[in-house]
DNA sequence: TAGATTGTTAATCGATTAACAATC
DNA sequence: TAGATTGTTAATCGATTAACAATC
């Protein structure tokens, strides 16, 4: 039976691949739960308490060796087999996502972006197409994404969630504005105006 | 002698703040703290813990007046007083800020852009104006601005945090992929990658 | 081997939830 | 007044940190 991770340790994840990956573009070979501790600002107490949730990793007396512990957290995170996209709502949040976001990187394939504006519609970024509201939801039945990504105003976004949803979709990566909430299917919200607001707070 | 406020508790208040703000624009007056719950997925416990950190906006018996308590929780973010801000690095994501996003809401006024690229230099976006980034330290010495959003390739992340802060920025908004950390000077991330990362992980 | 550092258990700390007297 | 709901203290729960035996 496996253990459930608590939020606070998977959301720290990221953060732990990201680090690791640039010891080993810097060509570091190992590195100890102190030094990495140190380098984040934690405790190396929990960075060890953190990758036991998933596997012994290290080994006595050494440390990490920074490419297994990569692919170790690669493959936790679940970034190392391609997942499928769908962006919705090609404005400028979109448009950025599309010319910028390195979604490999992150273990996704961007397959295609939907308007219903004709400005966009038929446009390429970054070699991914831009298609029609309309053919969503054939779009969808055929290629299955894994994820959508909703750059939509906020006034449609609970109807555009419901509606992937119910084409398959098992994730929404949310840009809206609106607190969504689908039984079963994880949804990560990106609040820019939460983030500003928190930041607007502890200028003061 | 002020207590400091959790960061959890810091965290819920600007979501709290939008619910609030939405239950106003539907024309409610009063709303009690289990109702409130209800609608955030939380506990009414949590929220009386959370809203008496800064002080008794309710009333026994009655719950809190919308009105009353959005005005507070607008004070106590520091969004009712208008801050300033400069965003450095007008590339897509810079751009789609600039074009989308409301800074007013979340208590900002967005003085200028600053790139060092030719065809966006005197550009216009809502009205803010894209400066040469040569001009950006003489600009920083004239407004003082509060915030810098720093919206620039990570491989410069470092050196412009350092700058804007030696010209006297008290808070830094990060969208490079970089954890900047500068002694006494907050600094929100918003991490895309992690964002997404998590939902990945979320999604298996 | 001796030194270093892990994996893991135990102790502490902080955050959330429950309970209830105060009071509108 | 009686009912509702707060503000706040106490109890619980979970997450972080400390400690240390195991072991490379």
Known sequence: MEKTISTAVIKRLPRYYRHIQDLEKAGVFRISSKDLANKLGLTASQIRQDLNCFGGFGQQGYGYNVTNLKEQLAEILGIDKSKTAVLIGVGNIGKALMKNFDF????????AGFDTNPDVIGREFEGVRVLDGHEMKAFMQKN????????????????VAKDVVDSGVRGIWNFTNVDLHIENVPIEHVHLSDSLMTLCYNVE
Chains 1, 2 share one sequence.
């Open 144 to 159: 299955k994404p894994d994820i959508a990504i909703l750059t939509i105003p906020r006034h449609i976004a609970a109807v």
């Open 104 to 111: 490999e990187g992150s273990g996704f394939k961007l397959l």
